[in-house]
């Protein structure tokens, strides 16, 4: 596609219950970043892809978040147990890897935990 | 570790007057400096990059920074603020070589007043 797609543009959950977060990233780029947006902590990384493994994970807040990549190309977050603390805006860029490595940002998925 | 310090998480500037937002970071290896705008509801846009290319960096929209290693500072300006201008705005950082996550300031929110 034209831009990085993601999807859904906003979820409203239960606490406790699991939730799935799908970026679709540009065609041809290698490299998936997921970031997390909220208003007591910022922008903050949580994991980056390269192809379909996953070499830094040092992002992800803790073992109730998990990600994915397939074909390298779509990616899903995923959070389980959600918990209120979860709700922020859950960001995915992709990159082509060139020199300087511009991440290409989607609008992002809002998630609301009841 | 890198990290980025954007002074003044507010900025209000009236239509047509110098826009100045500020940052400084850190880092152990020479960095890759970014600047982004979100407009509400929306990704992030990239509006400029550093590379160790060009000292002075022209972005889109009449933006332009600079970036001064002597003072760990890459400021972002343009001459003349339009309506279009408010939005926020983020600086980020990322090490050359592994992930080239981003490490992103706390966001400077920009005011144009007519």
């Known amino acids: 596609g034209a831009g990085v797609s993601q999807s859904p543009s906003n979820k409203v959950t239960e606490k406790g219950k699991d939730v799935e977060l799908r970026c679709d990233p540009i065609s041809g780029h290698t490299a998936l970043y997921w970031y997390r947006q909220s208003l007591g902590q910022g922008l903050e990384f949580l994991i980056y892809f390269q192809g379909n493994s996953a ?41 082509s890897g060139d020199r300087g490595n511009i991440q290409y940002f989607g609008a992002g998925t809002r998630l609301s935990v009841l | 570790a890198q990290s980025v310090t954007q002074l003044g998480s507010h900025v209000s500037v009236s239509e047509g007057a110098l826009v100045l937002l500020r940052c400084n970071y850190s880092s152990s290896v020479p960095p890759y400096l970014f600047w982004y705008v979100q407009y509400p509801n929306q990704g992030l846009q990239l509006l400029l990059k550093y590379t160790s290319a060009a000292t002075l960096v022209k972005g889109i929209n009449g933006f332009e920074a600079e970036f001064k290693k002597s003072e760990t500072s890459f400021h972002l300006t343009k001459p003349s603020a339009h309506m279009s201008d408010a939005a926020e705005y983020f600086c980020a950082v990322s090490e050359q070589g592994g992930s080239e996550k981003l490490v992103f300031g706390k966001g400077t929110k920009l005011t144009v007043n007519p």
């Open chain 1, 55 to 95: 070499p830094d994970k040092s992002g992800l807040p803790s073992d109730r978040f998990s990600a994915e990549r397939t074909g390298g190309s779509v990616s899903t977050l995923t959070i389980q147990r959600t918990q209120q603390e979860d709700s922020a805006v859950y960001l995915c860029a992709s990159s």
